[in-house]
């Protein structure tokens, strides 16, 4: 596939704006999913595959209206069937490079078992999950995302549920890639989405995007100038996790198997002190922790917390076929008809 | 091989095998068919078997059983009654001595009648000791002790030597039609390839069976069956639901295009994505999918991406497909959906076969959803009805439901064999790169969209649930455009009558009454009529295989009698259409909700009323 737009002299490189469709955009104002479809027009830009090789396919709510918005092969499909459609795109044609767009509620309620089964199977997709804990296009319900007590139209007393945490139920699920970052940062967006189609399987990539209408501030923690450096650390395989407004925070592993927060300078603690990530290792542990860990207590953290290398399922399947092909003695359906016990009636 | 006193021909034979579900009684059915099969008679089969895989052992409940029909002239279905009951124990007497001929034989395992399987069974005494078998042809027989005694020598443990005590049956049954044994004792060594012990014993068994049904002379004559003459050409059995998977597997290669087949395992259907799952050597990609409505939707994404895509399931899987099914219609993509029908609703009887889906299959979406639906009507036929389901899903640009049943699903029947090239090849319209394209643009015979497939260059465009506007394809809901493109799917569905062919009555244009029946009935109606028409009652058949849309002589063809029944297998579904459909024609009705299919003695009764009637 690398053959193409880069290798290619006569074509000219492919621009941000080569991915926008001439359809006119019904995000709301300010809505994060602006930002993100932006990231990911200008990752597609950035990447070698060719226009026409680019399948979008999303389920049913807000975010799922992105296919519209993109110059590529797109499928709007039902509310929660996302990822099952995708699987079976890229099964039908593995050249394809697809991206799953869902919302919270798409993916982790009406869709959870489809998310959790490609997560299994480990299809080669990438799914973007834009997760701003509340329903916004039914005009403002709680998700299963949604922190325990909140306040919504079906939750006017508070939510007596507890929230997913999509990077547990992908983890659970046995993903291999697990990405965070946030809607307002494109940069790291754009960059995210390039690891993620680079990795070969399902890459999950949460992006915590902000619902202007129904839940405005859902990540103001992390988004809001004055906190967002102490709160959130952006993490990079074979780097130290530092972070904060000083650059002197770190994570260390407690006694307990608990991530600590550190600050380097105090107690003794230097720089050599806090732990380097390490994305590809497979056991899932500290993968885990990192994903899991919850502002104020925490940072939150972003940038590509799991990517292991591993097989696809279309690779396997297709390496079936070829192997079964190669040995079968059965090579059309004449031959097929004609297999087995039958009898000349003359 | 005959030493027998008396040979008796016969014009058909109807045998049933029976036992607890794991005495093998579905193998040495199938072996007793393929044999008479080989030997040249017409054959039909059916397996009647517990949902249960291992059902409480001895009880009614957990009784196999497998019927097969065989004959001389043309045979349309497993036969009512048998002329021969094997029963294994004595719950396999119990539930089948309803189903055997007066005067028919039954062959028992006289050591299974024990008291615990007498009480099992629900019997108050032994039925081989009173006089209730009296009307019979009892034939008492020591199968579990005479296979033991058989193979004490073959280093088998007990549980493997009990394990062939269905040869030593299937030797007698042999014996009294007068059957080689030769192909079982391939089928034998094939199958237990890897244990010679296994092939021996078997075998030995086997042989055994048809020595002590000699000795015994278990019949005081032999039936024998002559072979049919049947069209010249190759052969094989088939079951309906292997028949429905090479029919796919058949037109993904005349279309030219990859097979994907998404799905869930349900009784009956499983069969179907089995069959497909072994085929990789043929390219098919199957995708066992976490549900049903992942396994359409899975179908829907391969069928956006170019592939053949197909979905195959039963009546509770489809009412779960129903919403992508919808999807289906809206993106116009081609697609077929398998409904291998069982008795419902609910879990219903999953082993048990039913036609209430029809009314599900036309009508149960959501919105103005038309889709064509058609139906199979003998197992072999469902080679070619997957065939016509996957040419007009293809041709047409929209998803097709192809309906078949638990009843020819799982029977059998000898199938000529057609060469690939005899069948048409298939042509979707698939756009090029270059081409002018709108998602909605249609032509004009048969207004279908064209597919364009991810991957081609230039031709990017977006799909999807929501209303769009004819042509260019964004999203719309402009009311005078949604009234346009309802308007437009419904006359797509229409215009597929132009492309299948026309009904055809069996019996006379002026015949006092008309048979009607659609899908897996056409077997008992077909022998029914025929029976009657052979009386020179005039009766007369049309049996439709195209339900929606209906053939476009059907008006026509109907107008033309006075009297007629429809015939299915729920509460009058078919008739209810047909009623709405042409207000004026007068539908009776014979309809049966057992999970069995219609007797041909229930049928002839029936109709025979009909025809007095004034």
Redo the contacts between chains.
Sequence with gaps: MADTVLNSPNIKKLSAKDFR?D?ENRWCPGCGDHGILNSVQKAMADMDF????Y?V?SG?GCSSRF??Y?????????HG?AA??????????P??EVIQVSGDGDALAIGG??FI?AVRRNIDMTILLFNNEIYGLTKGQYSPTSNHGMVTKTSPFGTIEEPFKPSQLAMGAGSKFYARSLDTNIKLTTEIVKAASDHKGTSIVEVLQNCVIYNDGAHSIITDKATKEDYTVIIEHGKPMIFGKEKNKGLIMGGNGKLVVVTIGEHGITEEDVLVHDAHTEDPHMHWLLSSMMAPEYPVALGVIRDVDSTSYDEK?VQ??ED??AI?S?????D???S??????? | MSQKTKIIEREEVVIRFSGDSGDGMQLTGTQFS?TS??F?NDVATFPDYPAEIRAPQGTVGGVSGFQLHFGHQEIYTPGDYADVLVAMNPAALKANLKWVKASGTIIVNEDSFTDKNLEKAGYESDPLLDDKLADYNLIKAKVTSLTRECLKDSGLDQKSILRCKNMFTLGMVYWMFDRPLD?SEDFIEKKFKKYPLVVDANKKVLKAGYNFAKTIEALPYNYSVAPAK????????ITGNKATA?GL??AA?RANL?L?C?SYPITPATEILQELAA?????V?T?Q???E??GI???????????F?VTTTSGPGLALKT??A??AVM?ELPLVIVNVQRGGPSTGLPTKTEQSDLLQAIHGRSGECPMPVIAASTPSDCFHYAFEASRIALEHMTPVILLTDGFIANGAEPW?????SELPEIVAPIAKEGDDFLPYAREEKRLSRRWA??????????????EKIDGVG??SYVPENHQVMSDIRKKRVELVADNIPELKVKGKDDADVLVVGWGGTYGHLTTAVRELQKEEKSISLAHFNYIFPLPKNTAEVLGRYKKIIVCELNDGQFAEYLRSTFQDIKFEQHNKLMGLPFTVVELKERFNQLLEEK
């Design positions: 469709s359809q060719k226009k026409e090789d399948a396919i049913i296919p519209y993109m110059d590529t092969y797109g499928f709007h499909t039902i069937r099952a459609i995708a699987s079976g795109a890229k099964c039908a044609n050249d394809l078992n489809h089964h399947m079936q076929i079964i092909k079968s059965i090579k059309s359906m004449d097929l008809l004609n087995g016990d039958t009898w000349v009636v003359d | 393929d099969a080989l040249g192909h049947i069209r010249k050409g190759t052969y094989r059995n090479w597997m058949a290669e990859e994907f998404g085929r990789k050597d043929l390219g990609k995708f999918a976490e549900d409505i992942a939707c899975t179908a829907i994404g391969a069928s956006f991406a170019g592939d895509a919403e992508a919808g999807l993106t000529r064999i057609p060469t690939m497939i991810p991957g081609t260059k230039g031709l990017e465009h977006r799909i999807g649930g929501l964004t999203v």
